[in-house]
């Protein structure tokens, strides 16, 4: 008997390591060949799978326990090796619930799929960067070709299915100016659930990519989104959603800095004050610190030669979990928003700092833009929420904002009751009349 974990982690599996039939220009994993000189297959080893199924289980101190499945593109295993998966699933469930998502670029998606994915309840992730000019800028096969027609039949197959699915789009240089575009895409195809992911990546001379921690002789991809660009595009995003779309539309992002607001677990590594609890896991058991630190300074051992329960509480991942807080640079402890960011991830700390301090996010200036201009809202859907109210009431609340407030008696002088902290007649008064 494994002895459980006592706080719950997160482990992402790589059941077919870096194979994939993309050629995506931004990946960030493809070249992760590299690390398996001897491999013959990436074919994660039923012996391995085993191993890992049992003891991500039994090192589960909740009665639930969930799994996802990465790659590459994991669908290359094909529908009889995800039925094994579930088999062992319930062979070494002892009573817990098992539940299980897939990432996947939906190219190979079929009825087959189509059968299994719904029988078994998978959640599906989908990626697709928007509509075909901006999707097929880098999300291209390996002729060189987009993918976009490929990539919608595998949703379109999905929605027949009615499988629950939801969508991450990459923010790159070729779609930042594209959010409402990429907004009104998403929505009329049906996604419900929303992530997007800020493409940022550097690389060493030789082209391969640079490690979080290397500094020195690396440069920009030219892919890479800009930190401002990214920061308008998630204000955007925002304002278009909290008049619209609340309670309907879940964007991760929003739904994290609200748990922030209201002091409650993120529930994304990225928005919480420390990290080291969503581990990834490689084709041959190698378990890494995380999925973005796939690098052989981070590899923490492979858990059939170790227990998954001692490399998950290793000195080396505490304090990899706890660099996160410990490490923020001054300028970032000082912000009035880092209870909302709380300096996101470090791999995209790389940057001096405005006070030239080494260690500032690459995404910081974004950021702080993004998160400062939805405080008012935030406050608003806590009060809310806090008198047991339906979040969706802030969309009356959005009306009388964007109104001047005219239903409340404030002076020009006053403070806006919008939450800005700016005096009325500069803030919001404007809109009075607009409509």
Same mark, same amino acid.
């Given at each position: 008997?494994?002895?459980?974990? +006592? ?37 994660? @080893? ?10 991500? $289980?039994?090192? =589960? ?28 699933? =319930? ?36 990626? #697709? ?42 923010? &790159? ?34 082209? /391969?990519?640079? @490690? ?24 955007? $995003? ?37 990290? !080291? ?11 890494? /610190? ?10 923490? +051992? ?11 509480? /290793? ?39 405005? &006070? ?12 702080? =833009?993004?998160?400062? /201009?939805?405080?008012?809202?935030? !406050?608003?859907?806590?009060? $809310? ?7 969706? &009431?802030?969309? @009356? ?17 006053? #403070? ?20």
């Amino acid at each position: 008997m494994i002895k459980n974990s +006592g706080t719950p982690f997160h482990v992402l599996a790589k059941p077919v390591g870096p194979s994939c039939n993309l050629n995506c220009d931004y990946c960030f994993y493809l070249e992760k060949e590299s690390l398996f000189p001897k491999a013959s297959t990436f074919k994660m @080893a039923p012996e391995i799978l085993e191993s890992f199924i049992l003891q991500n $289980i039994e090192s =589960q101190p909740t009665n639930s326990v969930h799994f996802t499945w990465q790659g590459g593109e994991p669908t290359l295993l094909g529908v009889p090796y995800f039925e094994e998966i579930v088999k062992l699933q =319930q062979k070494h469930s002892r009573g817990k619930q098992i539940t299980n998502a897939i990432q996947t670029n939906g190219i190979l998606l079929d009825e087959d799929w189509g059968r299994f994915l719904l029988e078994n309840n998978f959640l599906v992730g989908i990626s #697709i960067d928007g509509p075909r000019h901006l999707h097929d800028k880098y999300r291209l096969g390996h002729d060189g070709q987009g993918s976009y027609d490929k990539v919608t039949a595998g949703m379109e197959l999905l929605k027949k299915h009615n499988i629950d699915f939801n969508t991450l789009t990459v923010i &790159n240089r070729g779609n930042q100016d594209h959010a409402l575009e990429i907004y009104d895409f998403l929505k009329s195809n049906g996604s419900e659930y929303w992530q997007f992911i800020p493409a940022v990546e550097r690389t060493r001379p030789d082209g /391969s990519l640079a @490690a979080p921690h290397e500094i020195d002789n690396v440069e920009m991809t030219t892919w890479s989104v800009d930190p401002e660009a990214y920061g308008q595009f998630l204000t955007k $995003i925002f304002q278009r959603w909290v008049r619209e779309d609340v309670g309907t539309i879940f964007v991760q992002q929003f739904e994290a800095a609200l748990a922030n607001e209201m002091g409650r677990p993120a529930g994304v590594c990225v928005w919480n004050a420390i990290c !080291g609890q969503a581990l990834a896991v490689e084709h041959n058991g190698d378990l890494y /610190s995380c999925d973005h630190y796939v690098f052989p300074e981070y590899q923490l +051992g492979n858990l059939v030669a170790s227990p998954l329960l001692d490399l998950v509480h /290793s000195p080396a991942q505490q304090e990899f979990g706890a660099d996160k807080q410990a490490n923020l640079a001054q300028i970032c402890r000082d912000c009035e928003v880092l209870y909302l960011c709380h300096g996101e991830c470090p791999k995209h700390r790389f940057v001096p700092g405005p &006070n030239g301090e080494k260690g500032h996010n690459y995404l910081c200036g974004g950021y702080k =833009q993004f998160f400062t /201009s939805i405080r008012p809202e935030l !406050g608003v859907f806590k009060e $809310i929420l806090e008198l047991g109210q339906p979040a969706t &009431n802030i969309v @009356a609340w959005m009306q009388e904002k964007d109104q001047g407030f005219p239903s409340i008696d404030v002076e020009l002088s006053e #403070i806006c009751p919008c939450g800005s902290k700016l005096v009325f007649k500069d803030c919001c008064f404007t809109n009075r009349g607009i409509n």
